[in-house]
């Protein structure tokens, strides 16, 4: 069997991402912490950051 209860391959992931902690480096800014709030499309999620910025990153931009 390739896939898990709810019906996904295992290399499937994307709702693991939802809730995960995240940083980026912002030039001249530094680094901020966010949170992947909602997977916008395949492999792009949107993120809130701490200063209530919220911006889509592709899943390759969030390091996993």
């Avoid at 530094?30 to 999620?45: A, E, I, L, M, N």
């Avoid at 949107?46 to 911006?55: A, H, P, S």
Wanted: glycine content about 10%; hydrophobic content about 30%; cysteine-free.
């Amino acid at each position: 069997e390739n896939s898990d209860a709810r019906g996904k391959s295992p290399i499937d992931n994307s709702d693991d991402l939802v809730g995960r902690a995240v940083r980026k480096l912002f030039n001249s800014y530094g680094w901020f912490q966010g949170t992947v709030r909602r997977q916008v499309s395949t492999d792009s999620f949107e993120v809130e950051f701490e200063d209530g910025d919220t911006q889509t990153l592709a899943r390759y931009d969030l390091g996993v």
